[in-house]
């Protein structure tokens, strides 16, 4: 049963309300009769111990504290479980706040695997952390704000939760707009360039690992293929995104350095599989370039970009043995020497170029 905690010589009867207790200095005790130990009263950060059903006293992982909300509830601390603590508008849940707006079972505040993992219920009406809406699952932290629908806020008071040291969280919906702004400034400052991508892939790599009986000598080979292509794009001042499966993915500033690197690749391939390749069958590729704008982290080697992703399609229609470049690379070549029209990729309508190797 959840009870109100009566003010200072107040007559009401403590009848039936949202469980939660008011955090009133003034008022520090209650009957003992009362099934009051759900709702406990702290001073401060300082948490104070509950005590559940038969006796036990357990500290609780940190409150919910009602900022925004029916009048009479405002100030309350709702402490929470060790698992899973409710909150809706029905007297079931552990967070019972009786207002239209929210949903009989809105949202789930959940302990996992040392995290707090807020989420969301309700069909009807939103949940929003620090002003941003939560689909699913949100983690959060000590100090986030936690919305539902457009009347109620609850702060979250977890010392256990804080966030690493270094970064920042907004608390209202004015400092996520503001924290927005800076992320963009920063994604353009530090991650958008301008640039070539060059993606090389193995033609038949299935059917290359297939022929052999020895894993071992397949492993070793495509890894010294890597091994290849990575020291001759670094020779060209490129940097390896990454490799997905036989593919190799590169980042290049300039575009005409990008077009060398993938000639050197292709020109000592001879040279590769005479001295390295351990396969009966010689290892044959196809590349694709193409240029544009980007956001690149050349640290933990990962791009997002339609332009990488030109560059893989112009790599599959390549030619084997060909290279095949976009008119957007074409035009920022200082020589388009030994470079044919191959006309237009279907599967993005792009004006292609063969490159003579």
Do not use: W
């Not at 009602?66 to 909150?87: F, H």
């Not at 963009?184 to 038949?204: H, K, M, T």
């Not at 560059?311 to 599959?316: E, V």
Request: glycine share 10%; net charge negative.
């Amino acid at each position: 049963m959840h009870r109100r905690f009566e003010k200072p010589g107040s007559s009401e009867r403590a009848d039936e309300v949202p469980h939660g207790a008011k955090a009133d200095e003034g008022n520090s005790s209650h009957s003992a009769g009362e099934e009051s130990t759900d709702a406990i009263r702290q001073a401060g950060t300082q948490i104070i111990y509950r005590e559940e059903p038969g006796g036990r006293e357990h500290r609780s992982p940190g409150y919910l504290i009602l900022l925004e909300g029916p009048a009479d509830l405002r100030g309350c601390r709702y402490p929470l479980s060790s698992g899973e603590t409710s909150i809706g508008r029905t007297k079931e849940c552990q967070v019972s706040i009786l207002e239209r707006s929210v949903s009989r079972c809105h949202a789930t505040l959940v302990a996992e695997g040392g995290s707090l993992v807020l989420v969301h219920r309700s069909s009807t009406n939103g949940t929003f952390v620090n002003g941003e809406p939560v689909e699913d699952r949100k983690r959060v932290f000590d100090g986030d704000q936690i919305q539902l629908a457009d009347r109620v806020v609850l702060r979250l008071e977890a010392p256990a939760h804080r966030p690493a040291m270094g970064v920042g969280r907004a608390r209202t919906l004015r400092e996520a707009m503001e924290a927005r702004v800076d992320l963009d400034a920063r994604i353009q400052r530090e991650f958008l360039r301008d640039g070539s991508f060059l993606d090389v892939d193995v033609v038949d790599s299935f059917g290359m690992k297939s022929d052999e009986s020895r894993s071992e000598r397949v492993v070793v080979s495509f890894e010294r293929f890597r091994a290849f292509v990575a020291r001759t794009v670094a020779e060209h001042g490129g940097d390896v995104l990454n490799c997905s499966g036989d593919e190799v993915m590169s980042f290049f500033e300039s575009a005409d350095d990008s077009v060398a690197a993938a000639k050197a690749i292709f020109t000592g391939l001879a040279r590769f599989n005479e001295r390295e390749n351990l396969l009966d069958r010689p290892f044959r590729i196809r590349g694709g370039i193409h240029t544009g704008r980007s956001a690149v982290d050349l640290v933990s080697g990962v791009a997002y970009s339609p332009v990488l992703d030109a560059a893989g399609h112009l790599q599959k229609a390549a030619p084997v043995g060909g290279l095949l470049i976009s008119e957007e690379t074409a035009e920022m070549l200082s020589s388009c020497e030994g470079m044919v029209k191959a006309g237009v990729v279907a599967k993005n309508l792009m004006e292609a170029y063969r490159v003579e190797i």
